[in-house]
């Protein structure tokens, strides 16, 4: 079995400028949330099973 690790990120924001922060926060949560979404892929493909579609486990 692969060796999967966790990790926190942490995002700090000026809000100085609330448009651009809400825009960094959305941006950095999409690219976490897809990359998550991977990894996920990643491991049901590794299971060996061809007979289920990964998409609809992964973004039921």
Request: hydrophobic share 40%; aromatic share 4%; charged share 10%.
């Amino acid at each position: 079995m692969t060796n999967i690790k966790s990790a926190n990120v942490i995002v700090y924001v000026d809000n100085s400028n609330p448009q651009l922060s809400s825009s960094v926060e959305s941006a950095a949560s999409n690219t976490i949330t897809g990359l998550n979404g991977m990894q996920v892929e990643i491991n049901v493909v590794k299971m060996g099973t061809t007979t289920v579609n990964v998409q609809s486990i992964v973004f039921p």
